[in-house]
């Protein structure tokens, strides 16, 4: 049999397949749970003798000479987000024990490839991959590094979707947050928005569908020039704005995917003598220190990048202990209004 199927012998999935369970139900055998039958362990016990199996990294990860260390895997430990949510990560790990082993990837594919591999060599119990940067949704596109990295420990996505059998995805429900604000907007008498984005990753495409779902319920056109896909700077966002103000596009209402996206449309309002909020509204997104720092204080939506972090790891340790998790998990944003909206 081991040389027909030609099985991995180091693939927790092929004991699952061979045992015709789920792998969930090997985690459990694994780790000794007790809610288990005696048949269905006897299977998994005869499958992983079948194949000669000795439970590899994830099985350490539930207890079984265990490292006690999470991967954590970020683009860019600058960018605000990033770097609170690694802090919340890390902070919620050591309350239960566990040490942190920290690869900042950058964007290019190659590199998290490489520190994915790097992360399994130093024999972690599970990773941890913060921000939506890491999956590709494009059709076609191509998430093997991740798939195959989860056939041997869990994998958590912060605020990125990709599915996969043992793969979790945590995320705030950026598209109902966008709606909801760009809904209130409408509703307060605004119907000339301008929308700047950052990025077009699962997150950054959810808050634009979020968007323009509320334009075409309220039956509002928006043309190219009123949704933009801009540099995370503060700099280009006050350009652009500048650009499209000086060719006389008219705009009462200005929705950010980010932060420094609206502090740019701040800046820009103070450069030009615009009134905000009496003549210009202004909302970001993430609620991050930025929103403090402007005059006047910056209304944004919460994304709750505290509660998705701690969820993250209530998460992992719920799977290492054997627990039966959901793949998809999500929390709600809420805005927090401060001197940039009067609605």
Do not use: W
């Not at 998994?44 to 260390?69: C, H, Q, W």
């Not at 609206?262 to 905000?276: D, E, L, Q, R």
């Not at 994304?303 to 627990?323: F, T």
């Amino acid at each position: 049999m081991k040389n027909d199927k030609r099985m991995s012998p180091n693939k927790i999935y092929d004991v699952a397949g061979a045992a015709g369970v789920s792998l969930a139900t090997v985690s459990r055998v694994l780790n000794g749970n007790h809610n288990v039958s005696e048949k269905t362990r006897s299977k998994v016990i005869s499958a992983m003798k079948e194949l000669d199996y000795t439970p590899n990294i994830f099985a350490r990860g539930l207890g079984l000479n265990t490292m006690k260390t999470i991967g954590i895997m970020c683009t860019d430990s600058s960018d605000t987000y990033l770097a609170n949510a690694v802090y919340y990560v890390e902070q919620k790990l050591r309350s239960f024990g566990y040490d942190a082993l920290l690869c900042c990837t950058g964007n290019d594919y190659i590199n998290k490839k490489k520190y994915m591999s790097l992360l399994l060599s130093k024999r972690v119990d599970g990773i941890i991959l913060i921000g939506s940067q890491f999956v590709n949704n494009s059709p076609g596109s191509d998430n093997s590094y991740i798939i195959d990295a989860s056939s041997e420990i869990p994998i958590i996505l912060v605020n990125g979707y990709l599915a996969g059998d043992n793969i979790y995805c945590v995320m705030c429900n950026d598209h109902d947050a966008v709606y909801n604000a760009a809904s209130d907007m409408i509703k307060a008498g605004h119907h000339d928005f301008v929308y700047l984005y950052t990025s077009t990753s699962f997150s950054g495409m959810n808050k634009l569908r979020g968007f323009k779902d509320a334009m075409d319920e309220a039956g509002i056109h928006i043309d190219k020039d009123r949704f933009h896909l801009c540099t995370k700077s503060i700099s280009k966002s006050n350009d652009y704005l500048s650009f499209i103000y000086e060719k006389n596009l008219p705009f009462d209402a200005i929705l950010t995917s980010d932060d420094s996206l609206a502090v740019g449309a701040v800046k820009f309002a103070y450069k030009h003598g615009i009134k905000v909020p009496d003549e210009l509204e202004i909302v970001g997104y993430n609620n991050s220190v930025l929103a403090n720092c402007t005059e006047p204080e910056l209304s944004s939506i919460d994304s709750k990048v505290e509660q998705l972090s701690s969820n993250a790891v209530d998460l992992l340790m719920e799977v290492l202990g054997g627990g039966s998790v959901s793949n998809i998990n999500t929390v709600t944003a809420d805005l927090i209004k401060r001197q940039t909206t009067k609605f």
